[in-house]
């Protein structure tokens, strides 16, 4: 275990030099905001090593890792690790592969579980017995220490099966450039608190409405970063969504909704959210979003994907998912759509073949 500043760094030293080093979390997330770091596993190829965040608070010598360019970084589903560790180290990540991701350009998924994917690759059954266990508390158990380590054990033997895989198929050029998503710095940024209302599913809604849940749903993103506690545990999406429909002016109209306990600590702020919602100009409130009208040509598109997707041997979700779709279909900015990701780098390359294959498809998309 690593467990000192020193001993970091001297790691660190050596991992630097290597051309590719296997990391992964365990982190405890139940009932505060952001998840409370308790391991860090690396793999030099085979040879593991175990850092504990608990006793070493300054972790900047992994953060200089991390952001190192020339060393790659093998994470399977990379992005929630990836955001854990530059929260904790301060560093932008740089030169990630992510064996989740990857294995969608040798296969038909790309969303295998690390148990499922080693299986598929190496022919490796994993125990997954220790998924609940605590690893915030000392000392961590040998068992707990076996399982972290098989974690990071096998991801760069991963690695070069799917790279030897895609390679065959001509599918590597698509993986390398897919991979380069990793290295942006806006993927690591928390959502900003006034735009978090969008994430939230709770049926069609007027203008005046959409703007009281924006109101709402920004006091509750910051109260909740506040006191580092679950969203839900501020206020449940179900009650929020109550809040909106009801859109009670007083704190007795509140106690109907709110427990007391709730309405007894967060009623004022609350109110003053609604009115806030409610007393904004009408050309200031949020559109809703358009209906989708488009559905048998976006399930047209989407079969044609997925049937030169199966030609190639990759996961077609890895083009676009259907929402992401029937929005660019929909969208009345054509200059924007003309951003959207489907006309950029490989999926403009594989999509250009359907293109010319239907001019349906053409028209629409506006090629």
Not at 45 to 55: S, W
Request: glycine share 4%; aromatic share 8%; hydrophobic share 40%.
């Amino acid at each position: 275990m690593i467990s000192t500043y020193s001993e970091l760094s001297a790691l660190m030293e050596k991992a630097s030099s290597a051309p590719a080093v296997a990391l992964d979390t365990e982190f405890v997330w139940e009932r505060t905001f952001y998840p409370a770091l308790g391991l860090i596993q690396m793999a030099i190829g085979h040879e593991c090593y175990l850092i504990d965040p608990v006793a070493i608070r300054d972790l900047s010598p992994l953060g200089d890792l991390i952001a190192n360019p020339g060393v790659c970084k093998i994470i399977h589903d990379a992005q929630q690790d990836l955001t854990i560790l530059k929260t904790a180290t301060g560093a932008f990540p740089r030169n990630i592969f992510d064996t989740r991701l990857g294995f969608g350009f040798c296969s038909n998924s790309s969303s295998l579980s690390l148990v499922a994917l080693l299986n598929e690759l190496l022919n490796i059954e994993l125990p997954k017995t220790e998924t609940r266990a605590n690893w915030l508390q000392r000392p961590l158990s040998e068992k707990m220490m076996e399982y972290a380590c098989d974690d990071v054990k096998y991801l760069t033997d991963a690695m070069m099966l799917t790279f030897e895989r895609a390679e065959r198929q001509n599918t590597a050029g698509y993986l390398r450039e897919e991979m380069q998503i990793y290295d942006s710095q806006e993927l690591y940024m928390e959502i900003p608190p006034e735009e978090y209302y969008q994430k939230i599913k709770g049926g069609r809604l007027k203008r005046h409405q959409l703007s009281v849940l924006k109101e709402l749903a920004t006091w509750r993103e910051l109260q909740a970063r506040q006191l580092n506690r679950p969203r839900g545990h501020v206020v449940h999406n179900n009650v929020l969504m109550d809040l909106v429909y009801k859109s009670p002016h007083t704190m007795q109209e509140l106690g109907a909704i709110l427990s007391s306990r709730a309405a007894s600590k967060y009623g004022t702020a609350i109110l003053e959210a609604i009115k806030k919602g409610l007393d904004t100009p009408v050309d200031d409130q949020p559109v809703p979003p358009r209906t989708m009208n488009r559905h048998n040509l976006t399930e047209f598109i989407l079969e044609q994907i997925q049937l030169k997707a199966e030609r190639i041997n990759i996961d077609p979700a890895l083009l676009c998912s259907k929402n992401e779709l029937n929005n660019l279909l929909n969208s009345k900015d054509k200059l924007e759509s003309r951003e959207h990701r489907l006309f950029k780098g490989w999926r403009a390359d594989f999509m250009r073949e359907l293109y010319a294959q239907d001019s349906r498809i053409a028209a629409v998309m506006g090629i």
